[in-house]
């Protein structure tokens, strides 16, 4: 059983441009959690989609947005990206929106410059 | 949800007990305390969670003081493969879980 799934693992981008990173959750997982961690930080969250909708939202721009498909899989996509953006993005896949089952992802690695 | 404070690193020998405490004095009735553990280069791994009494699993063991202000994860007998940054998480059902610093375990042979 698979769990979750992230894509790209590494990805380098020039500043000013737009990244589309992309998670497909754990078999029987609905719910769809983003986070960002920079080097030597605890992850911060930063929207959690359920149904297609973003259900809650971190201290992040307008920047960062996101969307769920119906086959629960996630994009997080990021617009004319910052150096500050730079950091390790982690998907967490869960059975509804409790924590419980919380599953995370390896992350991918993007790095600005 | 309620903060957690956690010392920022600490040593464990191979095969010893390793004790990590969780301050939480902010605790609310109706918060779960969760722990995780970030090896490097990998995403956050669920370890147990609790309310208010002791739990148990393969992994770990949550004790819970009796006024729920604090926690300890006990890792009965640490391997290398421990070593990783131990996170306790204190948050009620249904919100996101917030990450602080947490504790950088280093387990030495």
């Known amino acids: 059983d698979a769990g979750v799934t992230q894509s790209p693992t590494h990805l380098i981008k020039t500043r000013g441009q737009q990244v589309t990173l992309r998670c497909s959750p754990k078999?029987?997982?609905?719910?769809v959690s983003w986070y960002q961690q920079a080097l030597g930080q605890g992850p911060q969250f930063i929207f959690q989609?359920?149904?297609?909708?973003?259900?809650q939202r971190g201290n992040f721009p307008d920047r960062f947005s996101g969307h769920q498909f119906p086959n629960y899989s996630s994009e997080l996509n990021v617009n004319a990206l910052l150096l500050g953006d730079s950091a390790l993005y982690l998907c967490?896949?869960?059975?509804?929106?409790?924590?419980?089952?919380?599953?995370f992802g390896s992350g991918t690695r993007l790095t600005v410059v | 949800d309620a903060k957690t404070t956690q010392p920022p690193s600490m040593d464990c020998a191979e095969g010893r007990a390793a004790n990590l405490p969780c301050n939480h004095s902010?605790?609310?009735?109706?918060?779960?305390v969760y722990w995780y553990r970030q090896i490097h280069s990998q995403g956050p791994q669920y370890i147990i969670h609790?309310?208010?009494n002791n739990e148990t699993n393969e992994m770990a063991s949550l004790i819970i003081t009796e006024d729920r202000k604090s926690s300890t994860l006990i890792l009965p007998h640490a391997t290398l493969r421990d070593t990783a940054v131990y996170y306790c998480?204190?948050?009620?059902?249904?919100?996101?879980?917030?990450f602080g610093g947490g504790t950088r375990v280093l387990v030495k042979p």
């Open positions: 967490a896949s869960s059975p509804g929106q409790g924590p419980i089952g919380y599953t």
């Open positions: 078999s029987g997982h609905d719910t």
């Open positions: 989609y359920y149904e297609e909708e973003e259900r």
């Open positions: 902010t605790i609310s009735g109706n918060e779960y």
């Open positions: 609790g309310l208010k």
């Open positions: 998480i204190v948050k009620a059902a249904g919100n996101k879980l917030t």
